[in-house]
Each structure stands twice: as structure tokens, then as C-alpha cells.
């Protein structure tokens, strides 16, 4: 079992930037699926984007495209979302999700096992 806690989160004023951590507690796979999920107030669950730790394969929303990077140095180590440029738009609760199989869709948060509690993201015009 995964055990995912995000850290990371805080108020920043519009063109900041921020970087979110995962940490894993828990069992820790060579082969995961990583991904960032993000949810407005009244808004559905959001990817944000996606990154797998077997070919490094890194996947952007187009919301977020040229502004957003995941990263994670290796398997031991936290996965991070790097945010620059961030807009009010941007203000969410952003939450790490993991799936050890691979997801049918990247994008579809059904496809994670994993998740963490999510660390609030707040972006003033």
C-alpha cells in the first residue's frame, strides 16, 4: 500500500510560482504512475498532469502546458509539481494521486488507487 501526503501549498499572488510535493510512506514501487489532480470549489476533478517513473513519460494538461512540470529524482525521493507563471485560475486543492497498473486513461482519476489528502493552492489576482 501507498500511503501519499502532499505538501506544498500556500496563497500566492498571480505570476508566483510554487512547488508542490508527494511524499510515499508506504510501499514503494520502482514502476508508478504519478499524477496531479486539481479540484476549484464547484468544479470537477481536474488532471493537471501525469508522469511514469518507467520511461520518465510526462504528460500536461493544456491548461497548464508551459507553465506546470512533475518531476521525481527517484523512487525513494518525493514527486513534485513545479507551477510558475500561476493564475488566479489556478486556485484549486491539488491532490497526488498513484496507480502501480497502468491507468486505460492517464487523465481519468478512476484509473488511481492512490491518493493524498490534497494541500490548497491559492492564487490572488
Known amino acids: 500500500q501507498m500511503q501519499l501526503a502532499e505538501s506544498g501549498g500556500d496563497s500566492v499572488a498571480a505570476g508566483g510560482s510554487l512547488s508542490l510535493s508527494c511524499s510515499n510512506s508506504?510501499?514503494?514501487?520502482?514502476?508508478?504512475?504519478w499524477a496531479w489532480f486539481r479540484q476549484a470549489p464547484g468544479a470537477d476533478l481536474e488532471a493537471v498532469a501525469t508522469?511514469?517513473?518507467?520511461?520518465?513519460?510526462?504528460r500536461v494538461s493544456d491548461s497548464v502546458k508551459g507553465r506546470f512540470t512533475i518531476s521525481q529524482d527517484n523512487v525513494k525521493n518525493p514527486m513534485y509539481l513545479h507551477m510558475t507563471n500561476l493564475k488566479p485560475e489556478d486556485t484549486a486543492m491539488y491532490s497526488c494521486?498513484?496507480?502501480?497498473?497502468?491507468?486505460?486513461?492517464?487523465?481519468?482519476?478512476?484509473?488511481?488507487?492512490?491518493w493524498g489528502q490534497g494541500t490548497q493552492v491559492t492564487v490572488s489576482p
Open positions: 494521486a498513484a496507480a502501480i497498473n497502468r491507468p486505460k486513461s492517464p487523465f481519468s482519476p478512476d484509473d488511481y488507487r492512490y
Open positions: 508506504g510501499q514503494s514501487y520502482r514502476y508508478v504512475y
Open positions: 508522469f511514469y517513473t518507467g520511461n520518465g513519460g510526462i
